[in-house]
């Protein structure tokens, strides 16, 4: 219906839809990414518009599990993501912006685009390097390897990694260690960064180059009243009075303070006639 290719992630397995899917099914991560992939070659293939009628509800589930595999409790799963409906026979929210005819020129001409954008800076860079002597030359190829680099990062970044060894300063990075602690600690992760953003994490990057293991660290020590409370977001984080705060301990389980253990009656006695020392008749003191 819409073509015989769809648009997938390069790290899939690694979002936290995923990751909740797999552990309420007991299957791994690419297991889930395999039956996902099918799922939805299948609705592009057989739907134009992400809605398969049925007669009965309970023959959705029995449907999917003979046109793509799994059991019901896989897609069941999947329905709990939010990202299969179940009911009112089988549809498949965002289709439209992912699998539909419309969608995928949308994103074709997006890349296409983004092509020749890179192109088009590309062939800039080369005739002022051109016109430059020799030694200027090496420069500029230098700044056109970095200015690459910098338009595949404003273009392409979409909320995961897609580099190799993300530098530690890198915002993608941040985001990617931001979701981990989302996802074990039940915060909303983010899909991507805007300039406001990326100006903050680097803030906090260059005063604590362990800024994400410090936060993951407050989060696994939170206290009780923290835990409950939904403004300890990725914007609230990377405030800088807001990350003091967080920082400074302010939001640990406070562990109670051991007091020293009484003391015997001899030392009690010893200290006393430290500090009341008694005299006889000569005036000297009795040991």
């Not at 609705?43 to 799994?70: F, R």
């Not at 002022?128 to 690459?148: G, I, M």
């Not at 939904?230 to 914007?235: E, G, K, R, S, V």
Request: glycine content about 6%.
């Amino acid at each position: 219906m819409a073509g015989d290719w769809i648009p997938v992630r390069i790290w899939l397995h690694k979002e936290p839809e995923v990751l909740e899917i797999s552990q309420a099914t007991g299957r791994s991560v690419f297991e889930v990414r395999g039956l996902l992939e099918a799922f939805w070659g299948w609705m592009s293939e057989v739907t134009s518009d992400g809605h398969i009628m049925s007669a009965k509800c309970q023959h959705d589930v029995i449907m999917l599990v003979s046109a793509v595999g799994a059991d019901e409790v896989f897609w069941r799963a999947v329905e709990q993501v939010g990202w299969l409906q179940l009911g009112d026979g089988i549809g498949m929210p965002r289709f439209e912006k992912w699998l539909s005819k419309g969608g995928k020129r949308r994103l074709m001409n997006a890349q296409y685009k983004r092509l020749e954008r890179l192109k088009d800076r590309k062939e800039t860079s080369r005739r002022e390097a051109s016109a430059c002597p020799k030694n200027v030359s090496k420069v500029s190829a230098q700044l056109l390897t970095r200015e690459e680099k910098r338009i595949d990062d404003d273009d392409e970044y979409t909320g995961t990694p897609t580099q190799r060894g993300a530098k530690r300063d890198d915002p993608r990075a941040s985001v990617d260690a931001w979701n981990r602690i989302a996802a074990k600690h039940g915060r909303p992760t983010i899909q991507g960064l805007n300039q406001d953003r990326r100006a903050k994490v680097r803030a906090r990057l260059k005063e604590r180059p362990d800024f994400w293991a410090r936060v993951l660290e407050e989060f696994d020590n939170l206290n009780a009243w923290a835990r409950g409370q939904a403004f300890l977001t990725f914007d609230w984080v990377i405030c800088p009075t807001n990350a003091a705060k967080l920082l400074d301990g302010n939001f640990r389980e406070k562990s109670a303070v051991s007091s020293p253990p009484p003391e015997s009656e001899a030392e009690l006695e010893a200290r006393w006639r430290e500090t009341h020392p008694s005299y006889d008749i000569n005036g000297k003191v009795i040991p």
